[in-house]
């Protein structure tokens, strides 16, 4: 019997395959696991069709990240926070704090996206922004006490 593989099955093949299976391992195993359908003309081009929708959302996905990216990029964001007399902030600047000020600022970027140390003093410092689909911006980060 014919299957096309839903999901990577080991020494079968990987998702979107067709592989040529014994009846019973396709009935009692690949089907009630969800492993796995059988091949007709149908599935064959309801396979193709998903995976051509995929493949342009993947790429939708990659042309909004390297717009992102270039708009990021050498981007200043000015930071201001409470400091005590000699200068010491009393919360620090993380990469959370630079997160929901980029998206004040209109950018929409998750938090884990932001490398960067906490800054506990005013300054400049430069910060990564990894984007998905491996694009990356950085970004000026000015810290003022107030």
Do not use: C, W
């Not at 019997?1 to 093949?13: E, N, Q, S, T």
């Not at 019973?24 to 690949?30: S, T, V």
């Not at 050498?74 to 998206?103: D, I, M, P, Q, R």
């Not at 400049?124 to 107030?146: C, M, Q, S, W, Y």
């Amino acid at each position: 019997m014919k299957v096309i593989l839903l999901k990577d099955v080991k020494a079968l093949g990987r998702r979107g395959d067709v592989a040529n299976v014994s009846d019973g391992y396709a009935i009692n195993f690949l089907f009630p696991q969800n492993l796995g359908v059988q091949a007709t003309e149908q599935s064959i081009q309801r396979m193709r069709e998903a995976e051509a929708k995929l493949v342009k959302v993947a790429k939708k996905g990659e042309n909004e990240a390297k717009k992102l990216a270039s708009a990021l990029d050498g981007f200043e964001l000015v930071v201001k926070e409470k400091a005590n007399e000699s200068g010491v902030l009393y919360a620090a600047v993380t990469a959370k704090t630079v997160a929901a000020l980029l998206k004040k600022n209109g950018f929409a970027v998750p938090e884990d996206a932001v490398e960067m140390p906490p800054m506990k003093e005013p300054g400049e410092r430069d910060a990564v922004v990894n984007l998905p689909h491996g694009f990356e911006a950085t970004i000026k980060i000015i810290v003022e006490g107030k």
